[in-house]
């Protein structure tokens, strides 16, 4: 993986997006700018020469916060100084590199032999059933969307500030032709999955997956959904190169053999922030715990 071309493809237009997108969720939260993070996802990455860049805020005022690096994930956890921050790599963001592939059957060859059984079953399974997959465009759409997400996860509630954030992000994508956002219909027109993301430059973002418990969980929708929407870039967005899977190690992403950068939480090195500072060291210890048993 060219980790500079990813970097660049990251940063390319994230920043005029998030202002543009700023002025409009302006009015629906004190803390305007922490609504961009469900879309834009950390505010501040960390540079080549490990500066700090922000996007769509300054730094934050707060003692601690994340910020998203393009350094792979495969060393052993420590603290690091970076300015006046100590810092520790505590999850990953995963990036798929779509340009590797010529065509859906090429990404789909590359995937595990167990991964492939299970979705040349789906391909077969879930068409078979009378389910389809419709672009998400109108404000019913979203209700769709906003239904299943707030089920999934109470602490967005539907009407919320959060939710309302993305629906009016996501609209404004659409009104310029840059998302890329589907729901998986069961039979009935009852949503079973549900997927945000939008076209960048030579990358996808993808930003949201849920899925609604029901008696199709045996077809896994939210996976499949992923894997359609992959394979429809590769079969029809030739130009996009990187899949962005965003902050989060899950398994799905693995599975359709996203890459992991790392993801680093800072904390203001100071004697009043001392009780953040031991917390960032018994992270450190549980973070090494975890990576000596992968």
Known sequence: MDIAAVRE???RQRAEDAAHMLALVRDLDDDDAHLLEQVFWANV??????SLKTFYAPLPARKKFNAVSFEAADTPPEIRDIGPYASLRVSVHRVLTLGEFDGPEAFFAALSPKNRKKLRWLRNAVP???AKIVPIENAGDFDAFEKIYAAQFPRHPVGGPTNAA????????HR???????LLLAPDGEPLSAALS???GDSCCFTHLTRSRSDYDKYSPGYYLTFRMLTMLLADHPEIRYFFMGPGDYDYKRAFLGQPLAIYRLERRAWWNWTGLLRLRHRWRKELRAWRAD
């Open 166 to 173: 993305v629906r009016r992000i996501y609209r404004e994508f």
């Open 128 to 130: 078979a059933l009378g």
């Open 176 to 182: 310029c032709g840059r998302s890329f956002s589907f």
């Open 45 to 50: 990455v960390l540079e080549e020469d490990r």
């Open 9 to 11: 493809s990251y940063c």
């Open 198 to 200: 939008y076209l960048s």
